[in-house]
């Protein structure tokens, strides 16, 4: 297994807000599972900010929300614009500005993704960011992160009734334990409801998300090509 820190460089010196936090997890979400369009656009990025399925909590941002926090997040240098295309594109700086690898890159995003989670089940959740070999890297990975100085996640008390631990990120301050736990008893309680293990509820989350992620592709691609063309969606031109 590679080593699972390669740096101490600090991470962001003040608490991100919930919306900057989510920006910065779908953006490195994206670069790995719709690569062909990344960076994102904003109304991409705005897009994956408000997915209703694989996201703890599930929101309803603006355009202009979502620009006013990127605006911010530059000034922290985890997110740039990219200048090479006629539309304004953003990607993130998040493993240079923590300095933490790829596989921590991968855990730390699922957990700003989808909130407080097991070992387990980031593993399964971050499987198209990166492939662990097992249970154990992913806990090794995340005991590096919390043992940083300021830590970047922190390992939850067991819930009564639960055999694990839930870890979650600290990029957004301290942590509330009681609204980690509930988001973590209303999963198992959808799952439940399903009639399924929550394994395999989190595995066909995994797929709808797979779906979703192609269907964000097409329509970037369409929207490139439309204004490449000179046209809008509705068919009106936009040539002068």
Not at 35 to 59: E, F, H, I, W
Request: a negative charge.
């Amino acid at each position: 297994m590679n080593s699972p820190a390669d740096s101490s460089s600090p991470r962001p010196i003040r608490a991100l807000t919930q919306l900057e936090a989510r920006i910065v997890g779908v953006l490195v979400e994206k670069q790995h599972t719709v690569p062909d369009t990344y960076p994102l656009s904003l109304n991409a990025l705005t897009s994956g900010c408000n997915q209703k399925t694989a996201r703890t909590p599930v929101m309803n941002a603006t355009e202009t929300e979502v620009l006013g926090a990127i605006e911010s997040l530059k000034h922290l240098s985890l997110v740039f614009e990219g200048s090479s295309s006629r539309v304004p594109r953003f990607e993130h700086n998040l493993n240079r500005v923590l300095g933490i690898p790829s596989q921590a890159v991968a855990l730390l995003t699922v957990i700003l993704l989808r909130g407080a989670q097991t070992a387990a089940e980031l593993r399964l959740n971050s499987a198209r960011l990166h492939g662990f070999a097992d249970v154990s890297s992913v806990e090794a990975f995340l005991s590096e992160l919390a043992g940083r100085e300021p830590p970047l996640v922190v390992k939850l008390p067991r819930s009564p009734g639960e055999r694990e631990h839930r870890w979650m990120h600290l990029l957004c301050g301290e942590v509330d334990v009681s609204v980690a736990a509930g988001n973590a008893a209303e999963r198992a309680y959808e799952s439940a409801q399903d009639g399924v293990s929550l394994a395999q509820f989190d595995a066909l989350k995994s797929e709808h998300d797979r779906l979703s992620d192609e269907v964000v592709r097409l329509r970037a691609l369409v929207e490139r090509m439309a204004s490449e063309l000179g046209i809008s969606l509705d068919g009106s031109s936009t040539s002068a």
